[in-house]
């Protein structure tokens, strides 16, 4: 019953910046982990980067995959129901659709593991040109 709604996709050069964002309805939002993942031509869908439930007794650590450590940050608006991810120094490697998802009362790192994912968005195109 939840649906997320991706935007801020594009075509951009090797070492700029986008921001995506995903918008979910719903009143429970804060009792999702949120995650972005991605699939590129090809290639299987891979994971991107989590952030936990809101939930008290849910660890509050963010999890990433290696190949975006220090490059991209996942953060949450609970007040607007909105999960981002930021990209800076994007990589032609990273072209792919890009998919947001949420996984009720989850970890980031069981989201890592593509553990009790209950929703995914439509998908956003991000092209890194060189």
């Known amino acids: 019953q939840v649906q997320l709604v991706e935007s801020g996709g594009g075509l951009v050069q090797a070492g700029g910046s986008l921001r995506l964002s995903c918008a979910a309805s719903?009143?429970?939002?804060?009792?999702?982990?949120m995650g972005w993942f991605r699939q590129a031509p090809g290639k299987d869908r891979e994971f991107v980067a989590a952030?936990?439930?809101?939930?008290?007794?849910?660890?509050?650590?963010?999890h990433y995959a290696d190949s975006v450590k220090g490059r991209f940050t996942i953060s949450r608006d609970n007040a607007k129901n909105t999960v981002y991810l930021q990209m800076d120094s994007l990589k032609p490697e990273d072209t792919a659709v890009y998919y947001c998802?949420?996984?009720?009362?989850?970890?980031?790192?069981?989201?890592?593991?593509?553990?009790?994912?209950?929703?995914w968005g439509q998908g956003t195109q991000v092209t890194v040109s060189s």
């Open positions: 952030i936990p439930a809101t939930i008290p007794w849910i660890g509050g650590s963010l």
């Open positions: 998802a949420a996984a009720f009362g989850r970890s980031a790192q069981a989201m890592g593991g593509m553990i009790g994912i209950d929703y």
């Open positions: 719903g009143r429970t939002f804060s009792r999702y982990a």
